[in-house]
């Protein structure tokens, strides 16, 4: 093992583990890297010749997963790695000895995974990772969508909104941007499904989806009013469920008690699909689209919701076997 210099040595006499770096610390325990890694390898060329010495393929997932984790741009993660000591060990920089990469190299490694639409590979691998640790999807699903802000002005280089990202309105607000539509296993609260694609902006109904959120094998499917009446496209997709999703009344045909008590009863399921939101939306800053176009943002989600799968997961992996 290379001894470590000054630089990263440094003379404190009082340190204290922050909260960054029992997370990193955790993350680092967690995931498996190996396996990631392999599916990546096959598009991941290494320059030969002159010029910097290559980066290797591990240490750019790392910064890949920070920018998730931490809400930051290709520019921005370069900054914060020479900013914060513990961003450098997770990473495995020593200053010392070699430079962080630079925001070219961050950017190419991530329009390689883009090219290759590796974020949904890695989303389904992960999801078998847990799988063969004892966290398997189980047979009741619940479905839900949330709205992912894109930027509305037109000061650019186009003088254009984004092409591919739609408006709607939901209550008396309107929003423009896109959807991310989730399936959520109702035991675990884990992500087993994610739509992302071109039908996803943000004025298509959530019910459009629905029959991409269903692994097949449910025997309940809980959902909010706006997948009310899909009664078809669950029996389609899952033969075996029953439809839990919430009555939706009229101006001429007002809900009865006894579905406001019945809608209640869901809720109680269905409020565990916010969790998965709220890690990704909260926790990881994910509130607005970074790229232009649906695909690239698409990419980004899918690699999220397996990283918030991870970090919700983190404390039954950690668990002494």
Not at 155 to 169: A, L, S, V
């Amino acid at each position: 093992m290379r001894q470590k210099t000054l630089a990263e040595n440094g003379f404190e006499r009082f340190r204290k583990t922050t909260r960054r770096e029992r997370f990193l610390a955790e993350m680092e325990q967690v995931i498996p890297w190996r396996k990631l890694c392999k599916v990546i390898k096959p598009y991941y060329s290494v320059p030969k010749g002159a010029g910097r010495p290559p980066v290797g393929l591990e240490r750019m997932l790392r910064i890949h997963f920070l920018q998730h984790w931490f809400n930051l741009s290709d520019p921005a993660v370069e900054e914060a790695l020479y900013d914060s000591r513990a961003m450098r060990q997770f990473v495995g920089i020593d200053l010392g000895h070699e430079p962080v990469p630079d925001e070219t190299t961050v950017c190419k490694f991530r329009h390689l995974l883009e090219s290759r639409n590796l974020g949904d590979r890695l989303f389904g691998l992960i999801n078998e990772y847990l799988a063969e640790n004892g966290l398997n999807v189980r047979t009741g699903t619940i479905v839900d969508a949330t709205i992912i802000d894109a930027p509305s002005s037109t000061k650019n280089k186009d003088g254009k909104r984004d092409p591919e990202m739609h408006q709607t309105r939901k209550g008396n607000q309107w929003y423009f941007g896109m959807k991310g539509h989730i399936g959520v296993d109702s035991q675990s609260k884990l992500i087993h499904s994610v739509a992302a694609t071109a039908a996803t902006a943000a004025n298509v109904h959530d019910s459009r989806l629905l029959g991409d959120l269903l692994h097949g094998a449910e025997t309940r499917v809980w959902g909010d009013s706006a997948y009310a009446g899909q009664g078809d496209v669950i029996r389609e997709h899952a033969p075996r469920a029953k439809d839990f999703t919430h009555k939706k009344g009229a101006r001429n045909r007002p809900l009865s008690d006894d579905d406001r008590r019945k809608n209640t009863t869901k809720s109680q399921v269905r409020a565990k699909a916010e969790h998965p939101f709220f890690v990704l939306k909260r926790i990881f800053g994910f509130n607005k689209v970074r790229y232009r176009g649906l695909d690239k943002n698409a990419n980004r989600l899918f690699m999220a919701c397996g990283l918030v799968n991870l970090y919700m997961a983190r404390r039954i992996l950690l668990r002494p076997t």
